[in-house]
């Protein structure tokens, strides 16, 4: 069963505006990832957070994460054409083997 | 520059034909994965590997098995591929740690049953 549910399923805005997604899970986690997905293509990895942590920065990426509420955000600042893409967080906890996905939120920067 | 290669980026097969997805992975890593894609229902595991001849059913095995004879290739087997297997099935593989590590992913195999 899939672990993480992004919300909202899809997100259009302008350029230059902040994206946020947000991502819900079920089950105790010792981490959880956002992975992008340009379309038609593989998922390339964006940011990791552990479950000891509450928020990570990496360049225009923002990921805040709160285990009372099992849930997670991705910011995205200053959005581009180029960050038109679809985005999933992912769960790793128990066994740390298995590598679980959300459904996905697709965002669309318009120029 | 690391890298996660499918042999196929597209395929077409005919029902009932044993389809073999190969995967092969150039970072020694423990860790490979078989995903499948559709639309709608987001990337849904069908099997894991954690170390050589070791395997994990996924959330949705049914129709697949895997092998993985070596560390750096696992191999998806359709044993009769049927028309609701058309899907995007995308290979992942990553480090072995106990607080996780992240996953790099192949371009993706395209496969339409016909």
């Known amino acids: 069963s899939q672990q993480g549910e992004e919300d909202p399923q899809a997100l259009s805005i302008q350029e230059g505006e902040n994206a946020t997604m947000n991502c819900s899970y079920k089950?105790?986690?010792?981490?959880l990832q956002w992975y992008r997905q340009n379309s038609g293509r593989g998922l390339v990895h964006l940011i990791l957070i552990r479950s000891n942590e509450r928020e990570k920065h990496s360049g225009r990426l923002r990921v805040t994460l709160d285990t009372s509420k099992k849930s997670s955000s991705l910011l995205i600042t200053a959005s581009r054409a180029a960050d038109t893409a679809s985005y999933f967080c992912?769960?790793?906890?128990?066994?740390?083997?298995?590598?679980?996905f959300g459904k996905g939120t697709l965002l669309t920067v318009n120029p | 520059d690391v890298k996660v290669t499918q042999s196929s980026r597209y395929l077409v097969k005919r029902t009932g034909e044993k389809v073999f997805l190969e995967c092969v992975q150039d970072m020694d890593h423990e860790n490979m994965f078989w995903y499948r894609q559709d639309p709608g229902l987001g990337l849904r595991l069908i099997y894991f590997s954690y170390d050589v001849k070791m395997k994990e059913k996924g959330d949705i095995p049914e129709g697949y098995s895997v092998s993985r004879e070596k560390k750096e290739r696992f191999s998806l087997i359709l044993e009769s591929a049927s028309t609701n297997q058309t899907s995007m099935y995308l290979c992942?593989?990553?480090?072995?740690?106990?607080?996780?590590?992240?996953?790099?992913f192949g371009q993706g195999t395209r496969l339409t049953v016909v």
């Open positions: 992912a769960t790793g906890g128990g066994s740390n083997y298995k590598l679980t």
């Open positions: 089950t105790s986690i010792n981490n």
């Open positions: 992942a593989s990553r480090t072995g740690s106990s607080v996780g590590t992240e996953a790099f």
